[in-house]
């Protein structure tokens, strides 16, 4: 059963507007959420993470949003930008020894 | 190094072959993951140490598979006679941090490897 979805497999953006990825999770548990964005042929590097005592986390053009009633966390990207076209990942975790990823979604930017 | 390093990048392996697989952590990274990869999927957790102990298994797909970290840094997985739904992407990520206490560190991830079964 997957824990963690991504249910849209891809998004296409302007460059220059708004990039706006979406996750859902089913545990009630998780306290600790991930965003990673994976380029072809490359491992998985950490974006962005917020901890669910907190609702919004801010790192440069990048915001993470948890909506824990919704059991939700979205990840903007504003302004996006064509290097910004990855495949993008979120997770979660409770106990930090186990992370459940979802599916992903594949962002095109274009330019 | 500077990063997780994975060895090969890629394996062909003929069904019933058995493979390993090597990963080279984060220098002084206590944690260690095994994750697999498939096609058009997020990766899903196999196993997971801290140092050289094996604190869960729970997602090794059967007791085909099995992994070792035994001084606690370099890590091997080992898949034995291997099957065609054992192909995937194996990733192996490290972080610092001792999961379970108050703060959950990231895992930084290798580049895995590609293993292709026939």
């Known amino acids: 059963d997957q824990q963690v979805k991504q249910n849209s497999p891809s998004l296409s953006v302007q460059e220059g507007r708004i990039s706006i990825l979406n996750c859902d999770y089913t545990?009630?548990?998780?306290?600790?959420f991930l965003w990673y964005k994976k380029y072809p042929a490359e491992g998985p590097t950490f974006l962005i993470s917020?901890?669910?005592?907190?609702d919004k986390n801010e790192d440069g053009r990048f915001t993470v949003f948890l909506n824990k009633s919704a059991k939700h966390l979205s990840l903007h990207i504003v302004p996006s930008q064509p290097g910004d076209s990855a495949v993008y990942f979120c997770?979660?975790?409770?106990?930090?020894?186990?992370?459940?990823f979802g599916t992903g979604t594949s962002l095109t930017v274009i330019p | 190094g500077a990063g997780v390093s994975q060895s090969p990048r890629y394996k062909v392996a003929k069904r019933g072959q058995d493979v390993a697989l090597r990963c080279d952590p984060i220098?002084?990274?206590?944690?260690l993951f095994w994750y697999q990869q498939a096609l058009g999927q997020g990766p899903e957790f196999l196993t997971y140490?801290?140092?050289?102990?094996?604190?869960?298994k729970s997602g090794l797909p059967s007791d085909r598979f099995f992994a070792e970290r035994p001084e606690g840094s370099v890590s091997t997985l080992k898949i034995q006679r291997t099957q065609q739904e054992d192909s995937a992407v194996y990733l192996c990520?490290?972080?610092?941090?001792?999961?379970?206490?108050?703060?959950?560190?990231?895992?930084?991830f290798g580049n895995g490897t590609r293993l292709t079964v026939t």
């Open positions: 990520a490290s972080s610092p941090g001792h999961p379970g206490g108050l703060l959950v560190s990231p895992l930084h």
């Open positions: 545990n009630s548990m998780f306290d600790y």
């Open positions: 917020i901890s669910s005592i907190k």
């Open positions: 997770a979660a975790s409770f106990t930090g020894n186990q992370f459940y």
């Open positions: 220098s002084g990274h206590v944690s």
């Open positions: 140490f801290q140092n050289e102990a094996q604190l869960d």
